[in-house]
């Protein structure tokens, strides 16, 4: 198995949900700039459910990142019907793992994030993904793609490794014994991306 290289002096603190590079602080996350026009009654209810949400997320990441790297699996509980569907789909079958929850920066932007797995599957596509956990087959069926967001990683990994080309951005949805794969092109998600920066901007005093 042959992974991306680090970026260098780029640091991620788990319990603060802040990245570090060279020393100094970023002033923005990927989610962050994503989710700043979130409705307020949205954002209320994501709070009110943190504690059905984050538990699944956790798990479900920690058994796909041990599953691409080739570590031991944890016990996922009682989100089993989710982990067992998950790791079980066609995507995986025969692909190279080129990164998993790899962080990337903009120092520009005083921005970073970390994406879920970078993979060149069977067919040869190198396939940037973003994994996201629902409660039910009814949700996974509806949750829209994470377009902005790997629009946002796209452009960093752009960046930092020009020479690598990425084929397809996809959003793995992962509920209880369903996966749902909705696919990208990546210059649908870079313009995501732009436009959801520059919405950001505009509602910020210091640009």
């Not at 479900?60 to 790297?69: Q, T």
Request: hydrophobic share 40%.
């Amino acid at each position: 198995m042959s992974l991306l290289p680090p970026i260098k002096n780029l640091e991620f603190f788990e319990d603060l949900h802040r990245y570090r590079l060279n020393g100094q602080w970023l002033a923005r996350s990927v989610t962050g700039v994503v989710g700043h026009d979130m409705p307020a009654k949205t954002r209320e209810r994501i709070d009110a459910t943190k504690d059905q949400w984050l538990p699944r997320g956790l798990a479900i990441h920690a058994a796909l990142e041990a599953f691409l790297l080739g570590q031991p699996q944890p016990d996922p509980g009682e989100f089993e019907p989710w982990v067992t569907a998950l790791l079980a789909d066609d995507i995986w079958k025969g692909a190279e793992v080129l990164a998993v929850e790899y962080r990337l920066c903009d120092e520009r932007k005083s921005l970073a994030g970390s994406f879920d797995f970078l993979i060149r599957t069977a067919r040869g596509n190198v396939v940037l993904g973003d994994l996201k956990g629902v409660s039910s087959s009814v949700a996974a069926q509806s949750r829209k793609p994470a377009t902005e967001q790997l629009g946002a990683y796209l452009a960093m990994l752009i960046d930092h490794h020009p020479t690598l080309t990425v084929n397809k951005c996809v959003t793995v949805v992962a509920g209880p014994g369903v996966v749902r794969k909705k696919a990208n092109e990546p210059d649908e998600c870079l313009g995501a991306w732009i436009d959801c920066w520059d919405r950001y901007q505009l509602l910020q005093p210091d640009f």
